[in-house]
């Protein structure tokens, strides 16, 4: 740390603005640490010193702005907040050079940690509606040094279908943290080219469509990772390459899911504003992406405490999902306990652990062998809601089960799930079945310990 000659004045009219202790202020930036896997422990002696006009290291300053502008209701730089800070680049007005930009900086392992550094911005989660009518593109110059194509874009077409089926049959079973540096890498090297000057107009709507849709998993990838705000510009690229190329269809998917990762991380408000905005454009789509809109939104109400509209909301999946077909693409289907596993969010929202209970079943009954991850995390809830119900020994066993397939992934989720799971049982640890589930999960320091 380095000393400012003067104290912060800015920062202290901030924290009087927003009606914050030091101490407030130090819990919201360690909150906003979890957000983008940085765990921190400030506290209000940390704050004393910001205010005396000691600079903290990155991203401190990033996420004290962003905690006092979901504070305050508007806008805060870590310039206006008195610190130190590199100046947040301009967003590009065309979201593939935008999209190009974050694509090679992410794909270069020096400049790969300032990006995941970045906070989960509630102001970010602001949506435009799905353009009623897209305007042609103009050509557009490139972003970087002339690269050829090996193959014409209309060649390319099916290999990135391809890739997006591999990317999202990866992320269902080995987790998010797999493969992820890979497709950062392929979405530099052979997709942002394609999105250059040189792709002919008739081809240019296809590869936007699949560049919008590796975004997209890519975001998925970050989501599990705990990288939330690297994953939020990822889905909103995915939207904005959308709404683009007239693909109703992508766009409903990005917005939808950041409704689910507003909606995880507490921003209920965001959630539902971009879950109604994704069931508007939906109207449009096949069944099986309403179905997958739909549940978000039933979710989102539930949570909010609009019974009658997260019941209506709910039908209106499970009749989409009645009429939905098979699907050649991942885009294309939305599976029977993907919707379950819905529905018991919004039955637990409802206060109907039961029906949760039975939904949960459903879910596990349903799920594909390759979805180790789908699985997994449907087993972990699945113990919560029964050691919620008084179930320990039941709980136990769903719990081994998640253990089982948690070996076999590489994501965060997962992990946070284990975490979950430790702080349900610890009040169980002299019990047989909790206390052997707490030793087979603990740290390898304490099963060094144990042992």
Not at 259 to 265: E, G, M, P, V
Request: charged share 25%; with cysteine.
């Amino acid at each position: 740390m380095t000393t400012r000659r003067h104290p912060n004045e800015r920062l202290r009219a901030l924290l009087r603005e927003a009606d914050w202790t030091q101490e407030a202020l130090a819990r919201a930036v360690n909150t906003l640490g979890a957000e983008i896997g940085c765990p921190l422990r400030y506290d209000r002696t940390a704050v004393a010193h910001w205010l005396s006009g000691t600079q903290p290291r990155t991203p401190a300053p990033q996420l004290a702005a962003e905690a006092l502008s979901r504070r305050i209701g508007r806008p805060v730089s870590p310039q206006a907040a008195g610190f130190t800070a590199p100046a947040p680049e301009a967003p590009s007005p065309d979201p593939a050079v935008g999209f190009a930009d974050l694509c090679r900086d992410d794909a270069a392992s020096d400049r790969r940690d300032a990006l995941r550094q970045r906070p989960y911005r509630v102001a970010d989660s602001v949506v435009p509606e799905f353009p009623a009518a897209v305007p042609a593109q103009p050509a557009r110059g490139r972003t970087g040094p002339p690269r050829p194509h090996t193959h014409p874009p209309a060649e390319r077409a099916p290999a990135l279908r391809d890739a997006a089926s591999f990317f999202a049959a990866s992320i269902d079973s080995h987790g998010g943290h797999h493969a992820r540096s890979a497709l950062a890498c392929y979405l530099a090297d052979d997709v942002v080219p394609l999105l250059a000057s040189g792709t002919p107009e008739r081809n240019r709507a296809e590869v936007t469509t699949a560049a919008s849709r590796l975004a997209f998993l890519l975001a998925r990838m970050y989501e599990d990772g705990q990288l939330h705000g690297l994953a939020q510009r990822y889905y909103s690229f995915a939207h904005r390459l959308a709404a683009e190329c007239g693909d109703r269809t992508s766009w409903c998917l990005a917005v939808r899911a950041m409704s689910a990762q507003a909606a995880r991380l507490g921003h209920l408000p965001s959630a539902l504003h971009l879950a109604e905005a994704a069931g508007r454009a939906a109207a449009g789509v096949a069944p099986a992406q309403q179905a997958y809109v739909q549940a978000q939104l039933a979710v989102v109400l539930a949570r909010g405490g609009d019974r009658r509209g997260a019941f209506g909301a709910l039908g209106a999946a499970e009749r989409a999902a009645g009429r939905a077909g098979r699907g050649d693409s991942p885009f294309d289907v939305y599976p029977t306990a993907a919707l379950a596993y819905q529905t018991s969010a919004t039955l637990v929202a409802l206060d109907d652990v039961p029906g949760a209970l039975a939904a949960l079943r459903r879910s596990l009954s349903e799920r594909s062998a390759a979805d180790v991850r789908g699985r997994a995390l449907t087993q972990a809830r699945y113990g919560r809601l029964l050691l919620r119900a008084g179930h320990l020994e039941e709980a136990c066993v769903a719990w081994r089960a998640f253990l089982a397939g948690r070996e076999r992934l590489r994501s965060g989720d997962a992990e946070h799930a284990v975490r979950e799971m430790r702080s349900a049982l610890r009040p169980f640890r002299n019990r047989k079945g909790a206390a052997e589930l707490l030793a087979r999960s603990a740290p390898s320091g304490e099963r060094r310990a144990i042992a």
